[in-house]
């Protein structure tokens, strides 16, 4: 069992900055086997891949309207994974998701892959 809680989402102006973090909380299995994750979804919009990275902490993966200007990375010793958000556009606009999932998913940039899903944290990107 994971629990997951976003933080960090607000109200920025067009090539402004935003970090959010995902606090972690395990039960059975220490933080270190999980990779993690960040997914997104705009009104009227499919639920979309943003970042991942894996358990180990070498391998991390964006999708193509993120790379470049978006930044994941994980602190072990607080349970955390972040998502530094630079360059933000008004198409970044959305709710972000946090995932977890057990080891490797089978495919990073598909959201059924995931078995743990923060509620969400709002960040709005205006022009």
């Known amino acids: 069992q994971v629990e997951l809680v976003e933080s960090g989402g607000g109200s920025v102006q067009a090539g402004g900055s935003l970090r959010l973090s995902c606090a972690c909380t395990?039960?059975?299995?220490?933080?270190?086997?999980?990779?993690l994750g960040w997914f997104r979804q705009a009104p009227g919009r499919e639920r979309e891949f943003v970042s991942a990275?894996?358990?180990?902490?070498?391998?991390?993966y964006y999708s193509n309207s993120v790379k470049g200007r978006f930044t994941i990375s994980r602190d072990n010793s607080k349970n955390t994974v972040y998502l530094q958000m630079n360059s933000l556009e008004s198409e970044d606009t959305a709710v972000y998701y946090c995932?977890?999932?057990?080891?490797?998913?089978?495919?990073?940039?598909?959201?059924?892959?995931?078995?743990?899903w923060g509620r969400g944290t709002q960040v709005t990107v205006s022009s």
């Open positions: 995932v977890a999932d057990y080891l490797v998913p089978k495919n990073f940039q598909r959201r059924s892959d995931y078995d743990y």
């Open positions: 990275i894996s358990y180990t902490g070498l391998r991390t």
């Open positions: 395990t039960v059975l299995r220490p933080f270190t086997e999980y990779s």
